[in-house]
């Protein structure tokens, strides 16, 4: 993979690029940019997700996912180096329906919140399928690995399971959307 910073201001970004992995510049509001930016704030959201008490399996599935949501950012940032492939999508599907398979089944709509660990989870989730917009932008621009946006769309769907376990926890119950409220 490219250079590794030992300097951390370097100015080069004062002009409004950045550079890429493969030692090329491109405008900070790139396509890839964007999309590079959404991936490393849905992994910082995560990260604020782990402070909270997550049961396992569910910490060790958040513990991987942010290794390799670390390797997407870097094939995003490496054009044509693949690091994300249909192994990961996979585990990501094992792991969304073993946790789902202890959860009721869904009758309404379920809002955010619940517990804080569970609303963080939301909001990371919600992140996610931004970055994952980002991605399916980038893609109409340049070829890049479909297995990227894929990823992505099965780790939303890994965040929402989460978020409803979490929810769910200490007895608590969910918050579903109530069509006519009083």
Same mark, same amino acid.
């Given at each position: ?15 409004? $690029? ?19 930016? /959404? +991936? /490393? ?29 670390? %390797? ?9 180096? $693949?690091?994300?492939?249909? /192994? ?19 009758? %309404? ?13 939301? +909001? ?7 970055? %994952?917009?980002? +991605? ?47």
């Amino acid at each position: 993979m490219g250079k590794r910073l030992s300097k951390i201001i370097t100015r080069t970004g004062d002009n409004g $690029t950045t550079g890429l992995s493969d030692g090329s510049r491109v405008a900070k509001d790139d396509a890839r940019i964007e999309a590079m930016g /959404d +991936v /490393d704030e849905l992994n910082s959201l995560l990260g604020v997700l782990l402070t909270h008490d997550i049961p396992e399996p569910s910490r060790a599935y958040l513990n991987r996912v942010q290794h390799e949501l670390f %390797e997407l950012g870097g094939e995003l940032s490496l054009p044509g180096h $693949t690091l994300i492939n249909a /192994d990961a999508i996979q585990r990501l599907e094992n792991n969304a329906e073993l946790l789902n398979a202890s959860l009721p089944p869904l009758k %309404e709509f379920i809002l955010p919140g619940g517990t804080p660990a569970a609303a963080a989870c939301h +909001v990371a989730r919600t992140v996610c399928r931004r970055a %994952e917009r980002r +991605v399916v932008s980038l893609a109409r621009q340049t070829p890049i690995n479909e297995h990227l946006q894929i990823y992505l769309n099965r780790l939303s769907d890994l965040l929402f399971v989460i978020a409803r376990i979490l929810a769910r926890s200490d007895g608590r119950e969910e918050v579903q959307w109530q069509h006519e409220r009083e």
